[in-house]
């Protein structure tokens, strides 16, 4: 069993800051990548930032997030950060974590996804 558990989301003023994190834990053989998505009322879930477990293609981030969030990821505690700064109202959303790996007891990646975490920034 996989789990992957995100924390971190709340409430702020527009310009402020937030720093979400998500925790995969569970029978993991290997961690491939992992990002942040994120779903506002009525939208479709989108892209936020994403990053290479070990090495690969580094992080990548929508335009629209691009110099003020910041994915990081510790790998030794399988946990992923994105680090929100300059936030607006536009980025309220329910974020959710999202993995590709390889769990134990089956021969290929598949994605998980968290629960989500709400993210409500006030004008």
């Known amino acids: 069993q996989v789990q992957l558990v995100e924390s971190g989301g709340g409430l702020v003023q527009a310009g402020g800051s937030l720093r979400l994190s998500c925790v995969a834990s569970g029978m993991i053989v290997s961690i491939n990548s992992m990002g942040w998505y994120r779903q506002a009322p009525g939208k479709q879930r989108e892209l936020v930032a994403t990053?290479?477990?070990?090495?690969?293609?580094?992080?990548r981030y929508a335009d629209s997030v691009q110099g003020r969030f910041t994915i990081s990821k510790d790998n030794g505690k399988n946990t992923l950060y994105l680090q929100m700064s300059s936030l607006k109202p536009e980025d309220t959303a329910v974020y959710y974590c999202?993995?590709?790996?390889?769990?134990?007891?089956?021969?290929?990646?598949?994605?998980?996804w968290g629960q989500g975490t709400q993210v409500t920034v006030s004008s």
């Open positions: 990053i290479s477990w070990n090495g690969g293609i580094g992080a």
């Open positions: 999202h993995a590709e790996l390889l769990p134990y007891g089956l021969g290929y990646n598949r994605d998980y």
